[in-house]
């Protein structure tokens, strides 16, 4: 599609109005994600299990997936497309540039976000407490928590002077991440070293020159699309034998060394009884943004064991989770 296409479609769209007594018998519900299908069925199948904890079963719902597969350009597009589609709410995954192109391209639509920032500071609603207009969702606070990650991996690995630290500079964010990650790393005494990927190839490369460094371990950037690579980022880890810190427990349980934030599931879920409320009848802009507070430290144990690492008492005891 062409851009001045893209654009015409979407004032277009934002301008149709789609009220909820206009949609089918059976409610079709948009999702859009900057990542790809084959990685994340277990966030969608989280969606369904909260949805159908509101009343929603597997017939009387259907779903339309529209996925970027990590290229953040097309999901102004594949809004636009939803909209289109008469999608009676749409669920967005993968941070505020998804939220903010369906934003883009309705107004009336119900929009349900799942972002790691400050939703107010991006635009998407007016207030926490009372989002206002068509949009709400959840926080899961991945992005402000870099220099917590960074500070486990201190604590790690006292003594090896350089980390890598592993961002996507297609992800808005990255920039500030990057800035909180170095001026964390000045207050520990520690030298980071910044490796950028934005796709699959990328990420292969990033840390084969990771290794070269050498990096005594890499801290990698809370991105919705590493999210969807996690099983190629831990096997890389496990390859160059290198110590990772990650943003959710998705990655330990993949076989990653350690996380500190939310869980990515449970945020899914908890969008899946938004969008039951909402198609039972609630209005987005009465729904408070949801902030889940359940932030844990995972530490993956067999992991460390395979490195040779021995993880201090001290942080042991910090762990939320210890998996053996």
């Given at each position: 599609?062409?851009?001045?296409?893209?654009?015409?479609?979407?004032?277009?769209?934002?301008?149709?109005?789609?009220?909820?007594?206009?949609?089918?018998?059976?409610?079709?519900?948009?999702?859009?994600?900057?990542?790809?299908?084959?990685?994340?069925?277990?966030?969608?199948?989280?969606?369904?299990?909260?949805?159908?904890?509101?009343?929603?079963?597997?017939?009387?719902?259907?779903?339309?997936?529209?996925?970027?597969?990590?290229?953040?350009?097309?999901?102004?597009?594949?809004?636009?497309?939803?909209?289109?589609?008469?999608?009676?709410?749409?669920?967005?995954?993968?941070?505020?540039?998804?939220?903010?192109?369906?934003?883009?391209?309705?107004?009336?639509?119900?929009?349900?976000?799942?972002?790691?920032?400050?939703?107010?500071?991006?635009?998407?609603?007016?207030?926490?407490?009372?989002?206002?207009?068509?949009?709400?969702?959840?926080?899961?606070?991945?992005?402000?928590?870099?220099?917590?990650?960074?500070?486990?991996?201190?604590?790690?690995?006292?003594?090896?002077?350089?980390?890598?630290?592993?961002?996507?500079?297609?992800?808005?964010?990255?920039?500030?991440?990057?800035?909180?990650?170095?001026?964390?790393?000045?207050?520990?005494?520690?030298?980071?070293?910044?490796?950028?990927?934005?796709?699959?190839?990328e990420i292969d490369a990033?840390?084969?020159?990771?290794?070269?460094?050498?990096a005594g371990a890499v801290?990698?950037?809370?991105?919705?699309?590493?999210?969807?690579?996690?099983?190629?980022?831990?096997?890389?880890?496990?390859?160059?034998?290198?110590?990772?810190?990650?943003?959710?427990?998705?990655?330990?349980?993949?076989?990653?060394?350690?996380?500190?934030?939310?869980?990515?599931?449970?945020?899914?879920?908890?969008?899946?009884?938004?969008?039951?409320?909402?198609?039972?009848?609630?209005?987005?802009?009465?729904?408070?943004?949801?902030?889940?507070?359940?932030?844990?430290?995972?530490?993956?144990?067999?992991?460390?064991?395979?490195?040779?690492?021995?993880?201090?008492?001290?942080?042991?005891?910090?762990?939320?989770?210890?998996?053996?």
């Amino acid at each position: 599609m062409r851009r001045r296409d893209v654009i015409a479609a979407l004032a277009g769209a934002a301008a149709w109005p789609m009220p909820a007594h206009a949609q089918s018998p059976t409610p079709v519900i948009g999702f859009l994600h900057v990542g790809s299908a084959a990685a994340l069925g277990h966030l969608t199948a989280a969606l369904r299990h909260g949805l159908k904890q509101t009343g929603f079963d597997e017939t009387g719902v259907s779903f339309l997936f529209r996925w970027a597969d990590g290229q953040y350009d097309r999901l102004p597009e594949l809004a636009v497309d939803l909209v289109r589609s008469q999608a009676a709410v749409i669920v967005t995954g993968g941070g505020e540039v998804p939220a903010r192109a369906a934003k883009a391209a309705t107004a009336s639509i119900p929009i349900v976000f799942n972002v790691g920032g400050d939703p107010v500071e991006m635009g998407l609603v007016a207030s926490v407490s009372r989002p206002g207009g068509n949009v709400t969702g959840v926080n899961i606070l991945t992005t402000e928590l870099a220099a917590k990650r960074l500070a486990l991996l201190h604590d790690l690995l006292p003594t090896d002077a350089v980390i890598a630290h592993l961002v996507n500079p297609n992800f808005p964010p990255s920039e500030a991440n990057v800035r909180e990650v170095d001026a964390a790393a000045r207050l520990l005494g520690r030298k980071i070293v910044v490796a950028a990927a934005t796709n699959e190839g990328e990420i292969d490369a990033a840390f084969a020159a990771i290794s070269k460094v050498p990096a005594g371990a890499v801290l990698m950037a809370a991105d919705p699309y590493f999210n969807s690579r996690r099983n190629q980022i831990v096997g890389l880890a496990a390859r160059y034998s290198i110590p990772a810190g990650y943003e959710v427990r998705e990655y330990p349980e993949a076989g990653g060394l350690l996380s500190y934030g939310t869980s990515i599931t449970e945020s899914y879920r908890q969008m899946g009884t938004y969008v039951g409320r909402i198609l039972k009848g609630e209005k987005p802009s009465e729904i408070p943004v949801m902030q889940l507070p359940n932030l844990s430290l995972v530490i993956n144990l067999k992991t460390a064991k395979t490195l040779g690492l021995t993880i201090p008492p001290s942080l042991l005891a910090r762990a939320d989770e210890v998996i053996e």
